[in-house]
């Protein structure tokens, strides 16, 4: 099965009220696990590349990685470039097969977001390819004291129709309280779902939470247990995205659960077994791992049988 694009596993989702996950790829092993468990969940899947992914692993053994998992494994994918900011990099992606780019120019002024996020509409739709943007910054709500402050940070729902209509995007990633990362929230995890529900009236189109990771107790467990220097990570429960999914969110991001569980299984099999020099036997269980956290995360977002 050939990739299909962003819009068409997200227009679905919209229509149907579901989410599907993108899952940050760095290396064969997270792919494969991520793989496994959208084939035998039914699941559509979008595979998120970083540009520090892509200077990691390099563009064609990624492209190529994943036209293989999706061939071999005959399932629905799109893949994706995760926070566009290189337009050498975005217009490398879309030359080089894949289906659906993240320009974030969320930084810039909203109408210098604007205007650079049209010209990667233009580039991108001439190629068949699906776009994604942000509006506002990821920041913990809780860091952020006054109203005034709140609404410059986070996104403003009547700049996010307008922005919608004149850049012609196929989805948007409203910062409504996340942000990136393993320490999310100090305290109570909160996110603006007032804001949230507006964005969407407005909009009418899918829309993408960054920086969903749960981060699972069951996956910290195993990473504190085994040395690692994660204790009070803190991610969005369970309950916020499936609120945030019946508001309007159809794609949910996850990168840091993955991190968490693979570091997990490594240092488990370091610390069990330290004479231990396969790295089929080190990375094998690391995928395993990955493979487990997906398997919750389709239940949890509704996308199994979706495929
Ligand atoms: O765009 N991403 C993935 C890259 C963030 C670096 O971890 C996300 O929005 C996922 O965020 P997270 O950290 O919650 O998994
Ligand atoms: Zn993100």
Known sequence: ????????????????????????????????GITRAVKEKASPVIFAVSEGAIKYAGLKYIIAMVRTAVEDAGITAALHLDHGQNLEMIKSCIESGFTSVMIDASHLPFEDNLKE?????????????????????????????????RDAILVDP?????????????SLAPAIGTSHGAFKFKGEAKLDFDRLKKVKEG???????????????????????????????????EEAIKKAIALGINKV?????????????????????????????ILGPARDLIYKVVMEKVELLGSGGKA
Request: hydrophobic share 40%; with cysteine.
């Open 1 to 32: 099965m050939p990739l299909v694009t962003g819009k068409e596993i997200l227009g679905k989702a919209d229509r149907e009220g579901y989410a599907v996950g993108a899952f940050n790829i760095n290396n064969m092993e997270i792919l494969q």
């Open 203 to 237: 909009c009418r189109i899918p829309l993408v939470l960054h920086g969903a990771s749960s981060v699972p107790e069951w996956v910290l467990e195993k990473a504190v247990k085994y040395g690692g220097q994660v204790k009070g990570a803190r991610g969005v429960p």
């Open 158 to 170: 009547d700049e996010a129709k307008r922005f919608v209509v004149e850049t012609g995007i196929d």
């Open 253 to 281: 991001n996850v990168d840091t659960d993955l991190r968490l569980a693979l570091v997990g299984a490594i240092r488990e099999v370091l610390t069990e077994t330290p004479q231990e020099i396969d790295p089929r036997k």
């Open 117 to 149: 996020t049209r010209k990667v509409v233009e580039i991108a739709h001439a190629r068949g390819v699906s776009v994604e943007a942000e509006l506002g910054r990821l920041k913990g709500v809780e860091d952020i004291i006054s109203v005034s402050e």
